[in-house]
């Protein structure tokens, strides 16, 4: 059914800290490795080993440069996966119902029986959440790991995404974003996490942190003043070069 | 977003079938026996071709029923439900004109309504989108519409009502236009809204997730095609609406003339739908770098 639920019961999602992510993308083949070969079609590759390589990704990691108004450029790596957005506009625009919103979890899921491989609701996303798979022709997109985060065979530590769990800088963190007292609800609340474009009112679950302030130059060191360049001008033979030029 | 033949093609072809059938249900012209027959073959020619190539660019067209389903919230299936109803009631309606020699009025009407509510829900299929503003605006449906209300007057040769549908048509066209190109910006969505990083600093997209290219670039930051959009917009606005409206404003136009005026128009509304799509810019673009 593609009406999306009135409320559903949790919100499950990811907080990203833009802040701690070193861009090593270990998340992205964590990713792409556990959902390859579990939940429903494997993401496939075309030409992996060619000239044009191409494939299927439910998390994508972009880097960007941000130069603030005062001091130096800095990178900001930035993982992007499904939102699972409480009005999800994927969800609606599915004409077989094969996309759907689940009431007790809020996860965003495809029936990949029911995929007519349309590509309608990857229009829909703004995000760019989800991608067809061009071998298996079904839509592919963030499943939060829903095949480990219940998963009773797995060791309690490993029920949570698997892009959460190999991130080595802890940039990722998994929980009920519908519940004000839950951690990741907490964090955002004390580090200010926002919302991708706020306004298609597409009211994503998951959030961002911002990357954190960074020191000034000018607040470096006490011994800065004097390691400040001694020459001016140049001296010997380069003075004596550039008064000659000079005088050309 | 990717020009996909078979996608411009099905909007186009299947828009002037549809066209043509909202007319032939409401009498324009009152057709029965062998005229009929014909009249109704390059109607479902058109508009079940159209709608077959459509099935080309799904993944799994087999699967193809399923889309009946989700009426209540999808407009892809609503116009798959459409679609199927008017072919199905204009269907009686041209089995009793053609066999019996007798048009049941009523069932026109309905055929027709139902016809026209093809055309339009297709266009909301690209008018819902927000993630795309050039095709989020209100005149989307009223430039689709018309269209195939143009052409499918040309085709029934009515030749008052192709005028009226023409001009209105060619005006609607250059509107869409207009308002289009400045939708994007108009929309407020940036490189800083997309990663809400506005705060920190100047943003410029330093590295794509891959080296490679994929599936979100290939279908929705497609930019090949807008190198000779100017010169494609005239051409659609040429042979899609003004070269017909000439040609059917000539005194005593024959049928050669009417033919010369429907392929015209055809080859026109082909370049306007490489246009609709190839011009349109989803947002998804701004978070590699480009503007859409």
Redesign the interface.
């Known amino acids: 059914m593609t009406s999306l639920p009135e409320t559903t019961q949790r919100k499950l999602g990811l907080v990203i800290d833009l802040d701690t992510c070193v861009g090593c993308h270990a998340c992205v083949i964590a990713c792409k490795s556990w959902n390859t070969e579990n939940y429903g079609a494997p993401l496939s590759d075309q030409d992996p080993y060619g000239a044009a390589p191409s494939g299927t990704f439910l998390n994508r990691v972009h880097s960007y440069e941000i130069t603030p108004p005062h001091g130096q450029a800095q990178l900001v790596h930035f993982p992007k996966s499904c939102l699972h957005c409480e009005d999800a506009p994927c969800v609606t625009v599915c004409p077989t119902g094969a996309s759907y919103k689940r009431s007790e979890d809020g996860i965003v899921l495809v029936n990949e029986a029911d995929c007519i491989g349309c590509g309608l609701c990857a229009w829909a996303c703004p995000y760019g959440a989800r991608e067809m798979d061009q071998t298996a022709g079904v839509m592919k997109k963030c499943t939060l790991c829903v095949d480990r985060i219940y998963n009773e065979n797995l060791p309690p530590e490993d029920r949570e995404p698997a892009c959460v769990r190999t991130c080595p800088a802890g940039a990722r963190h998994f929980g009920d974003l519908g519940d004000p007292d839950s951690d990741v609800s907490q964090l955002v609340a004390a580090r200010g996490g926002f919302d991708l474009m706020p306004d298609l009112g597409t009211k994503p679950v998951n959030k961002y942190l911002p990357p954190r302030p960074k020191d000034q130059w000018d607040e470096t060191d006490i011994l800065a003043p004097f390691l400040e360049p001694v020459a001016d001008s140049p001296q010997g033979f380069l003075g004596w070069l550039d008064r000659a030029l000079e005088r050309l | 977003?990717h020009p996909a033949p078979s996608v411009i093609i099905f909007t186009t072809l299947s828009g002037l079938g549809f066209g043509l059938l909202v007319f032939l249900g409401l009498g324009f012209p009152p057709v029965t026996g062998w005229v009929a027959f014909v009249f109704f073959l390059i109607a479902y020619a058109l508009s079940v071709g159209g709608l077959l190539a459509s099935t080309f660019?799904?993944?799994?067209?087999e699967?193809?029923l399923?889309?009946?389903?989700?009426w209540?919230?999808?407009?892809?299936?609503r116009e798959?439900i459409a679609a199927v109803a008017a072919l199905l009631v204009m269907g009686l309606y041209a089995l009793f004109a053609v066999f019996f020699g007798t048009r049941i009025a009523a069932l026109g009407w309905i055929g027709a309504a139902l016809s026209l509510a093809t055309v339009i829900t297709t266009a909301m299929?690209y008018t819902?989108?927000?993630?795309?503003p050039r095709w989020h605006q209100a005149l989307t449906p009223l430039h689709l519409t018309t269209a195939s209300l143009a052409g499918g007057a040309l085709l029934a040769g009515q030749i008052t009502l192709a005028q009226i549908f023409l001009f209105l048509g060619g005006i609607i066209q250059i509107a869409h236009w207009l308002r289009g190109d400045g939708r994007f910006a108009q929309a407020?969505?940036s490189?800083a809204?997309?990663?809400?990083?506005s705060?920190?600093?100047?943003?410029?997209?330093?590295?794509?997730?891959?080296?490679?290219?994929?599936?979100?670039l290939r279908?929705?930051v497609h930019v090949v095609g807008r190198k000779h959009a100017q010169r494609l917009r005239i051409i659609a606005l040429g042979l899609g609406f003004v070269l017909p409206l000439t040609l059917i404003l000539i005194p005593g136009a024959s049928h050669g003339l009417g033919g010369l005026a429907v392929l015209s128009h055809i080859l026109g509304m082909l370049a306007s739908r490489w246009l609709f799509f190839a011009q349109a810019e989803?947002?998804?673009g701004l978070?590699?770098g480009a503007r859409g």
């Not at chain 2, 660019?57 to 067209?61: F, I, K, S, V």
């Not at chain 2, 399923?66 to 989700?70: E, H, P």
């Not at chain 2, 809204?193 to 990083?197: E, P």
């Open positions: 977003m660019h799904l993944g799994h067209p699967r193809a399923k889309a009946f389903r989700q209540r919230t999808s407009w892809l299936s798959a299929i819902q989108i927000k993630a795309v407020g969505q490189i809204s997309a990663t809400g990083l705060e920190a600093g100047r943003i410029r997209a330093f590295e794509a997730p891959h080296t490679g290219t994929n599936y979100l279908e929705m989803h947002v998804v978070y590699y």
